[in-house]
């Protein structure tokens, strides 16, 4: 189904497709995903990921930091007619002290040449400092506390912005982690904006058109 995006919310797109296809590839494995799996979505923006948690049978929270997402999602919800536990808030602290079988995140990691995240506008949600681990970080740190023993996290960021540090940090937390897929995409509007800069930081060559987006599982021990 095609979900509605209101004014100032991220529209699904590549990225948003990577993650739904190894969200269903959670429930064909050997040990897939009990039936009514507690699901979090964190930076849910439509909804779209969220909502093809909830057509899978399970419990979805879809978490947003911005009112207009938070509201989008409610909308996308109400139209698809799947029951879906909307939280706005900043990342995982409106669901803190609750745990979950499966954690999602398509979270904001395009490096950008101001140091902050945006406070405001449809650019916080892909704009995320200028190595792009701003919310990376913050993920990969908290994400983990709130897996269920077997839990999983799925994540997907650029290959800008380190996965392999991403790797690191959840290993760290105690995940077995590892990419489960590197995908390419022509660059959007966005990166060929700034190119030049990406260029200036070493991280694109002059003929670089393409992104490699990737796909990281961890797996909480236990």
Request: net charge positive; proline share 7%.
């Amino acid at each position: 189904m095609t979900t509605v995006t209101l004014p100032g919310v991220y529209t699904p797109q590549d990225d948003t497709d990577l993650l739904v296809q190894y969200l269903r590839h959670e429930y064909l494995r050997p040990d897939p995903l009990p039936s009514g799996a507690e699901v979090l979505d964190v930076g849910t923006g439509t909804g779209a990921v969220a909502l093809a948690a909830a057509r899978l049978g399970a419990r979805v929270t879809a978490v947003d930091i911005s009112w207009r997402a938070a509201l989008n999602a409610k909308v996308n919800a109400v139209l698809a007619r799947l029951p879906l536990h909307v939280r706005r808030g900043d990342l995982l602290a409106p669901v803190s002290g609750r745990s979950f079988d499966l954690i999602l995140s398509n979270p904001p990691y395009v490096p950008a040449p101001a140091a902050a995240c945006p406070r405001r506008g449809v650019a916080r949600a892909w704009d995320a400092g200028d190595d792009g681990r701003l919310v990376l970080n913050r993920i990969c740190q908290d994400a983990p506390v709130l897996l269920r023993p077997g839990g999983v996290l799925l994540l997907v960021q650029s290959a800008l912005s380190g996965p392999e540090e991403s790797l690191r940090r959840l290993r760290a937390m105690g995940l077995r982690a590892g990419i489960l897929e590197r995908h390419h995409i022509s660059f959007g509007p966005v990166l060929r904006s700034r190119k030049g800069w990406l260029r200036g930081c070493g991280l694109v060559e002059d003929d670089d058109e393409k992104e490699e987006l990737v796909i990281i599982r961890g797996v909480r021990l236990g």
